[in-house]
Every structure is written in C-alpha cells, then in structure tokens.
C-alpha cells in the first residue's frame, strides 16, 4: 500500500516534547495515528494514502529537502541552519504555538563590562592582541551564528562545533562564550551564563513544512489544510 506514488509521506518528530506536541496536532483534528514497526512508521486510522515516518528534527529537514518525505514537522532553528541549498527546497506551510524557543549568544556571568556585541567586539580584538588566539564560540548552529555576528560587525572569532551539552562548554574550556537554543534561559542561569542584552539571533516554534518537490502530489492540499486549521 505505501509503494504508491499516491501515498503522501509525513515526517513527524520521534521523540521529546516536540513530538508530543504535535502528535497533538493530530489528535485535536481527530487524526487518529496508528503506530507500528516498533514506532518507526504509522498510518492513519481511516486515511489509507498517509505514511507516516518518526525522524529525528535535523533529519526530517533533509528528507523534505530531497523530496523523501511530502510534509514534517520540525522547528524553524533547524530550517534557517540548514544550507541555502536546503532551505530552497522546502515551504513553511504553517507556524504553531508551541516548541518555542530563542537561539541566544551567551557569555560568562563573570564577564561584567561585557553587555553588549559592542561590548564582545572589543573582548574580541582583546583577545587576539593579548592572547594571540580568536574567541572561541561553542555552537551546534554554526551557520547562523556566523551570520548574526558578521551581520552586527563581530568578526574576530572562532566556531567551535558542540556535539554535546553546549552550555558547559565555557567550564570543560572548549570556549569562551556559547549560542545556543533555550526556552527560559534557566538552564544557561544554572551554568552561569547569561544572555547578551542584544544577543537574540533568532526566534523559534514548531512548523509544518512541505517539500516544494510534492507540490503537485494527489491529495497534499487537503491533508495541509487539514493540518493548517
């Protein structure tokens, strides 16, 4: 049954509250989801041209990118750091109330002449006069926080990919300052870090994404506005 090129295709988050949450988007619109293949895959109960597949966030983007997968739902961060390429290929079809979170640029607490970019530009340049070596930025949003910093005239830094928890990154001394996702800045409070006072790179929710290579598919428009109201 899902081998026909009828059959729409939804990536849909595989775990965390972002999965919760739009599961009940589902469940608000009385779309009941059957799970099955030990949760990797599900149908829904009554709509026999819908497959949907359980994909990590990152990786539902790329699916929709290559046309893998028709609709998914994933967080607008994940979309905007993804490469052009990417986004070029993909639609938001709808914004939702809920996986809400800011991608911040975050210093030590102990860093109390620093308020402001302007402020961090001249850390910066301190830095590489003194210390012969770049400031160091730990991210797991490298793209966009390049492109924040070179846009607001910071330049004098070094990208540091985090694989792991970013926040601790200042502590272990993989870098001086971090940017990072955060929904109430509790967690970078935790590890004394806060957030620069015109640090904001970008607001982020939960959306419903098309791939433009589905446009055309039997049957999308319904199942989207299905979603959408």
């Not at 109960?45 to 990786?59: M, P, Q, T």
Request: glycine share 6%; aromatic share 6%; net charge positive.
């Amino acid at each position: 049954m899902f081998m026909s090129n009828n059959i729409i295709k939804i990536g849909l988050p595989s775990k965390g509250r972002l999965k919760e949450d739009t599961l009940k988007v589902f469940k608000k619109r009385k779309l009941n989801i059957i799970s099955k293949d030990r949760g990797l895959f599900g149908y829904i109960k009554k709509i026999s041209n819908i497959k949907i597949i359980y994909l990590h966030a990152r990786e539902c983007i790329e699916q929709l990118s290559l046309g893998n997968i028709d609709l998914g739902f994933s967080g607008l961060d994940l979309l905007r750091e993804s490469e052009t390429n990417i986004q070029n290929n993909i639609s938001i079809v709808n914004k939702f109330n809920y996986g809400q979170a800011n991608l911040v640029l975050a210093i030590p607490d102990l860093w109390i002449d620093v308020q402001t970019l302007l402020d961090l530009d001249e850390v910066a340049f301190e830095f590489k006069r003194k210390k012969k070596r770049l400031l160091r930025v730990a991210s797991k949003y490298p793209n966009l926080t390049r492109t924040f910093l070179y846009s607001k005239g910071v330049t004098q830094f070094q990208l540091v990919q985090s694989l792991g928890s970013t926040e601790i990154s200042p502590f272990t001394g993989t870098s001086e300052i971090i940017s990072d996702i955060t929904s109430t800045g509790a967690t970078l409070k935790a590890n004394n870090l806060r957030i620069l006072k015109d640090g904001l790179i970008l607001r982020s929710q939960a959306a419903l994404m098309q791939s433009k290579l589905s446009t055309k598919k039997i049957g999308i428009k319904k199942i989207i506005n299905l979603l959408s109201k």
